[in-house]
């Protein structure tokens, strides 16, 4: 049974949800809003918001100082690409007006309005935006966890792991063998899995015989 709705419009409507409330906010003299998540959806919002509504005081909460984009990552692994092109900072953000927080969401009080901080800051807010990114179930498969993912990186999530993956397949001698696990569905981006198993494949072919 499906819902009828396809992915361009659940992304339209994801696009223009920031925007909703704006009126009222933009209404109240010093109106806050906190965006969780630096990736493209939280800074996308951030930008929308300020840019709509210079008035109203944008905070946006990065977990890191840059950004690793996923999407274009299985060009470092095969061997085409840069990790370096792949990571993009937030100074264009800061120069927009969104102030910039380094950190880690830890809890929401919906009825004090506020959102607490792995530091123990607590920031007040108005309108509150989660945009966190995507989370693993480790125990999908037997013997990988959080703990491994030093020695059996997934590299799903771009950046350490990326690196990691690309250095240990260099490090394989000729003729290994190398083995990827699927993740289940329903996925974010289904040709991921396709396009790293071709262009390991390419590299092997190309690099180790």
Same mark, same amino acid.
């Given at each position: 049974?499906?819902?009828?709705?396809?992915?361009?419009?659940?992304?339209?409507?994801?696009?223009?949800?920031?925007?909703?409330?704006?009126?009222?906010?933009?209404?109240?003299?010093?109106?806050?809003?906190?965006?969780?998540?630096?990736?493209?959806?939280?800074? *996308?919002? &951030?930008?929308? /918001?300020?840019?709509?509504?210079?008035?109203? $005081?944008? #905070?946006?909460?990065? =977990?890191?100082?840059?950004?690793?984009?996923?999407?274009?990552?299985?060009?470092?692994?095969?061997?085409?690409?840069?990790?370096?092109?792949?990571?993009?900072?937030?100074?264009?953000?800061a120069k927009d007006g969104v102030t910039i927080i380094t950190g880690r969401a830890e809890a929401v009080d919906t009825d004090a309005r506020t959102l607490r901080l792995?530091?123990?800051?607590?920031?007040?807010?108005?309108?509150?935006?989660?945009?966190?990114?995507?989370?693993?179930?480790?125990?999908?498969?037997?013997?990988?966890?959080? *703990?491994? &993912?030093?020695? /059996?990186?997934?590299?799903?999530?771009?950046? $350490?792991? #990326?690196?990691?993956? =690309?250095?240990?397949?260099?490090?394989?001698?000729?003729?290994?063998?190398?083995?990827?696990?699927?993740?289940?569905?329903?996925?974010?981006?289904?040709?991921?899995?396709?396009?790293?198993?071709?262009?390991?494949?390419?590299?092997?072919?190309?690099?180790?015989?």
């Amino acid at each position: 049974m499906t819902s009828g709705w396809s992915r361009r419009t659940v992304l339209g409507l994801i696009a223009t949800a920031p925007t909703l409330a704006l009126p009222g906010i933009a209404r109240a003299k010093g109106g806050r809003v906190v965006v969780v998540g630096g990736g493209f959806g939280g800074s *996308a919002a &951030a930008r929308t /918001i300020k840019r709509l509504a210079p008035g109203i $005081e944008v #905070t946006l909460i990065a =977990r890191d100082t840059s950004f690793v984009c996923c999407p274009g990552s299985n060009t470092v692994i095969g061997g085409f690409g840069r990790i370096e092109d792949q990571t993009v900072g937030y100074d264009a953000l800061a120069k927009d007006g969104v102030t910039i927080i380094t950190g880690r969401a830890e809890a929401v009080d919906t009825d004090a309005r506020t959102l607490r901080l792995a530091d123990g800051s607590v920031l007040p807010y108005d309108k509150l935006v989660l945009s966190p990114g995507i989370g693993f179930f480790w125990d999908e498969v037997e013997g990988v966890s959080a *703990a491994t &993912a030093g020695r /059996i990186p997934h590299a799903w999530q771009a950046g $350490e792991q #990326t690196v990691l993956l =690309r250095r240990q397949l260099e490090a394989m001698p000729d003729g290994g063998t190398f083995a990827l696990v699927a993740p289940v569905g329903p996925l974010r981006c289904p040709p991921a899995v396709g396009e790293r198993v071709s262009l390991i494949a390419h590299y092997f072919k190309t690099a180790k015989p």
